[in-house]
């Protein structure tokens, strides 16, 4: 089936600095998602991204976050500054509609 | 908020046996969500299992059977014979559909693998 790719698979970090974790949706999908799971917790939303603007996003989505994507390439989620807290599996989705999403196999960041 | 509560794993049985997952919801931003099931296989990513939009509905997919009982809340995930592939992570989720949000909530995911 489609498949959406996360780049890196897996990311370390000093608190403090910034990082850009890079998603690569399903060619013709129009809405795009970050997740955030944290160790033994449940997968939360964080943002969904439609036509080039933020529709949604949740009281996990801080300030030092953003997203992005630019000239239809990479689906990106940037931290700056990076902090402890932040330190979690980063799941990219996306849907070609309003319905199913199709889910990236993660990044895991670790802020130190 | 919405949230969905799922049966706390690990989950075994033996190969042949019936599995039942329990999920119950609960959705304040919308009366009828749609309920989806995801299973994560060891290696891979996320994947949709199945999903169900209306209420009473049941959706199925290899062997996998929900029911949307808006009575209970609940949308469990039931197959009455398991084998050694369906072991794996197995999640439920509710999203608003429609013209609302199309966020997912997750419950935090049951293990499930074959008695030895």
């Known amino acids: 089936g489609p498949k959406v790719l996360q780049i890196p698979s897996h990311q370390i970090i000093d608190m403090g600095q910034m990082v850009t974790l890079n998603c690569d949706p399903v060619?013709?999908?129009?809405?795009f998602y970050w997740y955030k799971q944290i160790l033994g917790q449940q997968m939360e939303f964080l943002v969904n991204f439609y036509n080039g603007k933020v529709m949604e996003k949740s009281k996990l989505f801080k300030d030092q976050f953003s997203v992005e994507r630019p000239d239809g390439s990479y689906f990106t989620l940037k931290i700056q500054p990076t902090a402890l807290e932040d330190s979690a599996v980063y799941f990219c989705?996306?849907?070609?509609?309003?319905?199913?999403?199709?889910f990236g196999p993660g990044t895991r960041l670790t802020v130190l | 908020g919405d949230s969905v509560t799922q049966t706390e794993g690990p989950v075994t049985v033996s190969e042949s046996e019936s599995l039942i997952i329990n999920c119950t919801y609960s959705a304040t931003s919308i009366a009828y969500p749609n309920l989806f099931w995801y299973v994560r296989y060891p290696g891979e990513g996320l994947q949709l299992l199945l999903k169900v939009i209306t209420a009473g509905q049941k959706g199925s997919s290899r062997g996998f059977e929900a029911t949307y009982n808006k009575e209970t809340t609940s949308f469990h995930l039931q197959k009455a014979s398991v084998q050694e592939s369906d072991s794996a992570v197995y999640y439920c989720a509710l999203g608003e559909g429609g013209t609302g949000s199309n966020r997912l909530t997750f419950g935090k995911g049951t293990k499930f693998s074959l008695i030895p």
């Open positions: 060619s013709n999908h129009l809405y």
């Open positions: 989705a996306s849907s070609p509609d309003r319905d199913e999403q199709y």
